[in-house]
């Protein structure tokens, strides 16, 4: 007999990526108890994704200083707890004081998050669900479900969706068009820098590429994506490639909710891994991106396809091999030449109608 659920309360916090992957575990919730309240608690600046989202109901936002002034964090905390009594907690980070959720609602039946040694003193239910061998992202969230078969019928769901209104794509297709943008010809939004330099594949092999992928489609128009100090980066690759006319600088998202507008009005996204990527996946534009040593693609590319691809040092040593070789992070980045980006980038393209020659 299935039991009531009335209300729900998802800890996730972070940043763009791990959030957007989060959508799957709530989309999970929301089918298998349609009748509950699900709330989501999130950093402040990445909750305007999920305002109006289908699978959340309420937004528990903290800002930098509730994050960073501990009193303020457990008044916050308290406070949320004593407002509503939640019948299922999911403990996404599971760290010491996303836990102070739990310790504020002991009450909860199910307070399900990560094994770690601490977590087990506050939560029913732990997983190691970021084992090795534990599947992509959102399937290693979904673990933290398990328990909850014993209440309900869960219906498993990796679908990680994000949604932008038929005014914002509109708005933000009339900025691209005055700023030049052909909507007859392709638009792709190229990521070439990343939040961690170090974490960016090198410039040189990202302007032979450019540069392959404009002889490849001689119509073809680059939007380059980037935020704050990754102007700079985004600004010499401009200039490596000769400041092309068709090489769009001056279109920028001044926010997530524009640039999953910009996302939505493009082709493809082409570039570094990272949460631009996660958000194309997300809205369902074809994505393409170059994983750097330590992300494993096996672990943050989901449904991987034709039109959802990437390319990873993995793909050609395991990590096993590159430890027993005792490589070097940049001698691992080195595995990602351009020829091997290219060979699979083309079938890529190729693999879509409105850029097929």
């Known amino acids: ?27 999970t919730l929301r089918k298998s108890f349609p009748g509950a309240e699900i709330d989501l608690v999130i950093n402040k600046g990445i909750d305007s994704l999920y305002r109006s989202h289908p699978d959340v109901d309420n937004l528990i936002v903290f800002d930098k200083d509730e ?4 009193f303020r964090h457990i008044a916050k905390i308290r406070h949320t707890m004593r407002a509503k009594r939640y019948d299922i907690i999911v403990d996404m980070r599971s760290t010491v004081k996303s836990l102070l ?10 307070r399900l998050g990560r094994k770690k040694w601490y977590s087990r003193l506050l939560l029913t239910h732990t997983a190691d669900n970021h084992a090795a061998g534990t599947g992509t992202r959102p399937e290693q969230n979904l673990l933290l479900l398990k328990p909850l078969e014993k209440i309900a019928d869960i219906h498993y ?26 909507f007859s010809h392709p638009v792709a939004v190229v990521a070439v820098a990343t939040r961690v330099r170090s974490k960016a594949w090198p ?30 980066v985004a600004m010499e690759q401009y200039k490596a490639l000769g400041m092309d006319s068709r090489i769009f600088m001056n279109i920028e998202a001044c926010s997530l909710r524009e640039l999953c507008a910009m996302l939505s009005c493009s082709t493809f996204f082409f570039g570094n891994e990272g949460g631009p990527r996660h958000m194309a996946q997300a ?3 074809p994505s393409f991106a170059i994983f750097p040593p330590g992300i494993r693609k096996a672990t943050w590319l989901c449904n991987e396809n034709s039109t959802n691809a990437g390319v990873s040092p993995d793909d050609y040593l ?40």
Not at 67 to 70: A, E, F, K, S
């Open 283 to 285: 809205l369902g534009i």
């Open 203 to 232: 410039m040189d092999a990202m302007t032979e590429t450019l540069h392959r992928m404009m002889e490849h489609c001689p119509d073809i128009q680059l939007v380059f994506n980037y935020a704050g100090d990754e102007r700079e």
């Open 67 to 70: 994050n960073d002034n501990i």
């Open 1 to 27: 007999m299935e039991k009531e659920i009335k209300n729900i309360l998802v800890i996730r916090f972070r940043r763009v990526g791990d959030s957007v992957l989060s959508m799957g575990l709530c989309h």
């Open 318 to 357: 395991t990590p096993q091999e590159q430890d027993a070789l005792n490589m070097q992070y940049g001698e691992r980045m080195g595995l990602i030449t351009v020829d091997r980006v290219w060979e699979r980038l083309e079938i890529f393209m190729d693999s879509l109608p409105n850029l097929r020659q």
């Open 157 to 182: 769901s990796t679908d990680f969706r994000l949604y932008v209104t038929g005014a914002e794509k509109r708005a933000f297709a009339e900025r691209m068009m005055q700023c030049g943008i052909d």
């Open 101 to 110: 959720f739990s310790l504020f609602s002991l009450r909860t039946p199910y």
